[in-house]
């Protein structure tokens, strides 16, 4: 019998692309070594084949999050999950460009359509003045007048613009079409899919030289004509202020498949699993220490961790003046779809 070392906080080798419309402020902006060039994503946490997240920290190091889950199952994941991957993607996204338009599937369109439903959040860790993502239709629009305006370079004028400012959230569910646009750095929380139907593309060529692939027939029996809820959920004052009050834990996002929320931490900051789920830390400013299970992990400005389900309480500790720590918890049995 295998006796497997025990889980401790996790962090992982970051997973880059350098898709056409990315810049280096994922690299530059949270010291990174890499070398020179275009890093359109980071992706932290990721549990897919072709794009495996590998522990880089303590007695695990080399092990894939695959291989994690296969190991320890609900110690990982937590006791309420009944997904046998880890049923989040959470990436870093530098939008030097605007991204091309384009929608996921949802649960329902994915089965008709193809691919796996995706919903997901951009959390706004910067935005360059004047910076906008566009998400969802106008009123009244349809998939006839979406095509005829693809082809008349008119796409634009059917997309609902919104200005974006640093700590907005914006919700993108499956079936919402939509387009990051230039000067967005984001964190990206979704679905643990890669499903994308492309739309429009801004008329420009990939690296290859040629027109980047669309999937229009698909993404018009995906998109939603009716989806007027609102995207931008703006910061909430307390999370404004020069100095949040120590502690503060403000809730930014729920949904069926994940929970964002914001914590202001000064001195030792207690948390707890519960044993129910994993929780997964970004350090949006300052720096920290983690001690979980007999174990201490340090993070700075831009980093990603795991908190294994099983370590249950821990603790968060910040380091010199105090940090900003984003956590995102994972869904509970019964609502993913």
């Avoid at 303590?58 to 990982?76: C, F, Q, R, V």
């Avoid at 089965?111 to 969802?136: F, H, N, R, S």
């Avoid at 060529?205 to 007027?228: C, E, F, M, S």
Wanted: charged share 20%; hydrophobic share 40%.
């Amino acid at each position: 019998m295998t006796i497997l070392p025990p889980l401790y906080p996790l962090i992982f080798t970051p997973v880059y692309k350098d898709y056409i419309w990315g810049g280096d402020r994922i690299i530059s902006r949270y010291h990174r070594q890499a070398p020179p060039g275009i890093y359109a994503e980071s992706w932290e946490i990721s549990d897919r084949q072709e794009d495996m997240s590998i522990v880089a920290n303590g007695p695990l190091a080399g092990k894939s999050l695959h291989e994690l889950i296969g190991d320890y199952g609900k110690a990982l994941l937590g006791t309420l999950s009944r997904e046998d991957r880890f049923p989040l993607l959470m990436k870093l996204l530098d939008a030097r460009d605007r991204l091309s338009v384009q929608v996921h599937p949802d649960a329902a369109s994915a089965q008709a359509v193809g691919g796996e439903p995706k919903t997901e959040i951009w959390y706004v860790l910067d935005a360059e003045p004047g910076a906008m993502v566009y998400a969802g239709v106008r009123p009244g629009v349809n998939a006839e007048q979406f095509r005829r305006a693809i082809q008349n370079n008119t796409l634009t004028d059917l997309l609902t613009a919104i200005p974006v400012f640093p700590r907005d959230v914006i919700y993108i569910p499956g079936g919402r079409v939509h387009s990051i646009g230039a000067g967005c750095l984001m964190l990206e929380v979704q679905q643990n899919s890669d499903t994308t139907f492309r739309v429009f593309d801004w008329n420009r060529t990939g690296y290859d030289g040629q027109p980047r692939k669309l999937h229009i027939d698909q993404a018009l029996r995906v998109i939603h004509w009716n989806d007027t809820d609102p995207a931008r959920k703006p910061a909430p004052a307390c999370l404004l202020t020069k100095t949040p009050k120590a502690g503060l834990v403000c809730e930014r996002f729920v949904s069926p498949y994940f929970r964002m929320d914001q914590i202001a931490v000064s001195g030792t900051f207690a948390c707890s699993t519960e044993s129910k789920s994993c929780h997964i830390l970004f350090v949006e400013n300052g720096a920290i220490k983690v001690r979980g299970n007999h174990a201490i992990v340090s993070a700075e400005t831009g980093m990603t961790l795991l908190i294994p389900a099983a370590l249950g309480a821990y603790d968060v500790m910040s380091q010199r003046e105090g940090a900003a720590v984003i956590q995102i918890s994972l869904p509970v049995v019964g609502t993913q779809g």
